[in-house]
């Protein structure tokens, strides 16, 4: 059973991301993995100013909803990426204002690694999945294949998908995002080429601080 606590703390931590400009209004969704159920914040809702009323409760295995509230649209990939990795217990789907920049563009800078945070907490590759219409069975599929071997992921047009073990590995992950994303593009802008890290520099920062690399895909 989820305890009114949990589902306190799941309200604390959405508020924490919009606090952290990481979604405004209805745009993006959390969940939360408690044991074979998930806490979804509820389709339509603002995560800012989220409440214990419109967070919906579903199964893992199926998306059932277990408490009437109607989950985000974007549930099905949520629960999708927690029944392929066992090691992930929160999704989070943002729109923060550098990222989504670098999202929308033509041209854009998938290569982010201007600093030793990016290959280490966000990814030393980052799959850019190609317009798809957002709540359908074709961006979920997508989004799900990614993640399963990254823990974070570019959405054309869109937005970003982060995951990771608990809220404070999955909010440094989208933090570091975007500011890798902001380094990138105030350099474009100055006129400047990023200095990103070559394919032997993220070697050797994996190797030092990881143990591995991960340049053909993450280590689970």
Same mark, same amino acid.
Request: some cysteine; charged content about 25%.
């Given at each position: 059973?989820?305890?009114?606590?949990? #589902?306190?703390?799941?309200?604390?931590?959405?508020?924490?991301?919009? @606090?952290?400009? &990481?979604?405004?209004? =209805?745009?993006?969704? &959390? =969940?939360?993995?408690?044991?074979?159920?998930?806490?979804?914040?509820?389709?339509?809702?603002?995560?800012?100013?989220?409440?214990?009323?419109?967070?919906?409760?579903?199964? *893992?295995?199926?998306?059932?909803?277990?408490?009437?509230?109607?989950?985000?649209?974007? =549930? !099905?990939?949520?629960?999708?990426?927690?029944?392929?990795?066992?090691?992930?217990?929160?999704?989070?789907? %943002?729109? =923060?204002?550098?990222?989504?920049?670098?999202?929308?563009?033509?041209?854009?800078?998938?290569?982010?690694?201007?600093?030793?945070?990016?290959?280490?907490?966000?990814?030393? !590759?980052?799959?850019?999945?190609?317009?798809?219409?957002?709540?359908?069975?074709?961006?979920?599929?997508? *989004?799900?294949?990614?993640?399963?071997?990254?823990?974070?992921?570019?959405?054309?047009?869109?937005?970003?998908?982060?995951?990771?073990?608990? %809220?404070?590995? !999955?909010?440094?992950?989208?933090? #570091? %995002?975007?500011?890798?994303?902001?380094?990138?593009?105030?350099?474009?802008?100055?006129?400047?080429?990023?200095? !990103? #890290?070559?394919? @032997?520099?993220?070697?050797?920062?994996?190797?030092?601080?990881?143990?591995?690399?991960?340049?053909?895909?993450?280590? &689970?």
């Amino acid at each position: 059973m989820i305890e009114k606590y949990q #589902f306190e703390e799941f309200v604390r931590q959405a508020h924490r991301v919009g @606090e952290a400009g &990481l979604t405004i209004c =209805s745009s993006g969704n &959390l =969940s939360w993995r408690i044991g074979d159920k998930a806490l979804v914040s509820g389709t339509g809702s603002w995560v800012p100013e989220l409440k214990p009323g419109n967070v919906s409760v579903c199964k *893992v295995a199926t998306g059932e909803i277990m408490n009437g509230v109607k989950p985000s649209m974007e =549930s !099905v990939f949520h629960l999708g990426i927690m029944r392929n990795r066992p090691d992930v217990n929160v999704v989070l789907h %943002f729109q =923060s204002p550098y990222a989504t920049l670098l999202a929308c563009t033509k041209e854009r800078a998938t290569n982010i690694n201007v600093t030793a945070e990016m290959p280490l907490h966000v990814g030393r !590759v980052i799959p850019v999945i190609p317009f798809k219409l957002p709540g359908t069975p074709e961006l979920a599929e997508a *989004v799900v294949e990614a993640m399963k071997n990254r823990n974070a992921i570019q959405l054309a047009k869109h937005g970003q998908v982060v995951c990771g073990k608990d %809220f404070d590995d !999955v909010f440094q992950r989208a933090m #570091f %995002f975007e500011m890798g994303c902001r380094i990138v593009y105030q350099a474009l802008q100055a006129g400047k080429e990023p200095d !990103v #890290f070559t394919e @032997e520099e993220l070697d050797e920062i994996e190797l030092h601080y990881l143990g591995y690399t991960t340049k053909d895909g993450l280590k &689970l």
